[in-house]
């Protein structure tokens, strides 16, 4: 359990926590605020992300990951629920954010870390199928 500087990057911070830990597979969660968060949201159609950012002032009431490995590196996926000071819910894929303040819970996984391969049906990148 970690607290994330103010002003970092969440996704940056997330994955130089794994980094320091040797961690290439895990779970993580986070709590805190943000003051501004870039999101996406996948259309299933088109196969690409629709991006959009926010700035003010967010609580995090819901975020959730996994790390794993992606074209070898070390991979921090992520999606999040914010609320605005009107108790408004944004949500999505978590792509970045600055933190305000933000506290870390990361689990590392023993094992072989799940890799992540490009699926044509979908268009993602998902966990290798056995």
């Not at 999101?39 to 794993?68: H, M, P, V, W």
């Not at 072989?112 to 056995?130: A, I, N, Q």
Request: charged letters at 20%.
């Amino acid at each position: 359990m970690v607290g994330l500087q103010h002003g970092s990057d969440i996704i940056k911070a997330i994955g130089e926590t794994a980094a320091a830990l040797s961690i290439d597979a895990g779970f993580f969660s986070v709590i805190g605020a943000l003051s501004s968060v870039e999101l996406a949201y996948y259309d299933q159609k088109e196969k690409a992300y629709r991006r959009r950012s926010f700035e003010g002032s967010f609580e995090i009431a819901s975020c959730t990951g996994n790390i794993s490995l992606r074209d070898g590196q070390r991979f921090v996926h992520a999606h999040i629920a914010l609320a605005d000071e009107n108790h408004n819910l944004i949500g999505g894929h978590l792509l970045g954010g600055r933190v305000f303040a933000a506290e870390l819970h990361i689990t590392g996984l023993e094992g072989e870390p799940p890799v992540r391969e490009y699926d044509p049906v979908t268009g993602l990148f998902l966990w290798r199928r056995s």
